[in-house]
């Protein structure tokens, strides 16, 4: 992260529950300032078990009014970034001949969604980056360092606040909405018990099983809940989010969705069921 002041806290509360912590403020688009975050871990800790590649902006809106300059910095930050961390975390971890990298994409890695396409091509770029150092390390013969990839579902933090928008609303989550805690908890068990891929949340699992059987129509959905979720947003002014600055204070974990979960869970269950009724008419159709 880039604010001291929040990383601070957060060191304050590892300590307090018996944890150590050190406190490297990096900005992972430069380059050399993730190399020197690697190296204060190293110096204090003597390796790098784990490094965990999550780091993301993003900016809302639709592709021909999103600025350029603000396409780039989501691309900058959310692949940029992952290309720096492992590549300053990769080389301790051959050096140790073990370690576990963790980068973190999104289910619109695997589905897109309207109006976040640099957020979307992102994802699925992180997604692509793990698949190839896995191959890599794979043709090294370099067996125990293992890259493994965290596909949320929307997850209840504060990145629907924190983006640009450009869509001229109030950008919220689309239900259902996950809490935090179980992306935390998909990566410490990949640390534990590595694998290639992991989704976090029944809907994001759904949604990439669908757009594995009927592409298009996961699409359609996708794009038909967003454009409905955005059509009962309040009116906003544009913004550049925290793009190019923090945002302030000493950051939170929850962005204040986690009620729309439980609300949403019957909207789930009879999208699901829409759906498979539709790819089963779909596919009725086509035999016939």
């Given at each position: 992260?880039?604010?001291?002041?929040?990383?601070?806290?957060?060191?304050?509360?590892?300590?307090?529950?018996?944890?150590?912590?050190?406190?490297?403020?990096?900005?992972?688009?430069?380059a050399?300032?993730?190399?020197?975050?690697?190296?204060?871990?190293?110096?204090?800790?003597?390796?790098?078990?784990?490094?965990?590649?999550?780091?993301?902006?993003?900016?809302?809106?639709?592709?021909?009014?999103?600025?350029?300059?603000?396409?780039?910095?989501?691309?900058?930050?959310?692949?940029?970034?992952?290309?720096?961390?492992?590549?300053?975390?990769?080389?301790?971890?051959?050096?140790?001949?073990?370690?576990?990298?963790?980068?973190?994409?999104?289910?619109?890695?695997?589905?897109?969604?309207?109006?976040?396409?640099?957020?979307?091509?992102a994802?699925?770029?992180?997604?692509?980056?793990?698949?190839?150092?896995?191959?890599e390390?794979?043709?090294?013969?370099?067996?125990?360092?293992?890259?493994?990839?965290?596909?949320?579902?929307?997850?209840?933090t504060?990145?629907?606040?924190?983006?640009?928008?450009?869509?001229?609303?109030?950008?919220?989550?689309?239900?259902?909405?996950?809490?935090?805690?179980?992306?935390?908890?998909?990566?410490?068990?990949?640390?534990?018990?590595?694998?290639?891929?992991?989704?976090?949340?029944?809907?994001?699992?759904?949604?990439?099983?669908?757009?594995?059987?009927?592409?298009?129509?996961?699409?359609?959905?996708t794009?038909?809940?967003?454009?409905?979720?955005?059509?009962?947003?309040?009116?906003?002014?544009?913004?550049?989010?925290?793009?190019?600055?923090?945002?302030?204070?000493?950051?939170?974990?929850?962005?204040?969705?986690?009620?729309?979960?439980?609300?949403a869970?019957?909207?789930?269950?009879?999208?699901?069921a829409?759906?498979t009724?539709?790819?089963?008419?779909?596919?009725?159709?086509?035999?016939?």
């Amino acid at each position: 992260a880039r604010r001291a002041q929040a990383l601070e806290e957060v060191a304050r509360q590892c300590r307090e529950r018996g944890g150590e912590a050190i406190v490297v403020p990096t900005d992972v688009t430069d380059a050399e300032a993730v190399e020197r975050l690697a190296s204060a871990a190293v110096e204090r800790f003597g390796r790098i078990d784990a490094w965990v590649n999550a780091a993301a902006v993003t900016a809302w809106g639709p592709f021909q009014d999103t600025p350029l300059a603000d396409v780039r910095r989501v691309l900058d930050v959310d692949v940029m970034g992952t290309v720096h961390g492992a590549r300053a975390a990769l080389p301790v971890m051959r050096g140790q001949v073990r370690g576990v990298l963790v980068n973190v994409s999104s289910v619109l890695g695997a589905v897109p969604q309207p109006y976040g396409a640099a957020y979307s091509m992102a994802k699925f770029a992180v997604r692509a980056l793990s698949g190839s150092l896995r191959q890599e390390l794979r043709l090294s013969h370099v067996r125990r360092v293992k890259v493994c990839t965290v596909m949320p579902s929307t997850i209840d933090t504060p990145l629907f606040a924190h983006g640009a928008n450009y869509t001229g609303r109030t950008v919220r989550a689309l239900p259902p909405v996950y809490p935090a805690e179980l992306v935390a908890k998909a990566i410490v068990g990949l640390v534990r018990r590595p694998r290639r891929e992991v989704i976090v949340g029944p809907a994001g699992r759904a949604l990439r099983a669908q757009a594995r059987l009927t592409p298009g129509l996961a699409e359609g959905i996708t794009a038909t809940h967003v454009v409905l979720n955005l059509a009962g947003a309040e009116p906003v002014a544009a913004t550049e989010g925290n793009l190019y600055r923090p945002a302030g204070g000493t950051g939170s974990v929850g962005g204040g969705w986690h009620g729309r979960r439980r609300t949403a869970i019957r909207q789930a269950v009879a999208a699901a069921a829409a759906v498979t009724a539709l790819t089963f008419a779909w596919r009725r159709r086509s035999a016939a």
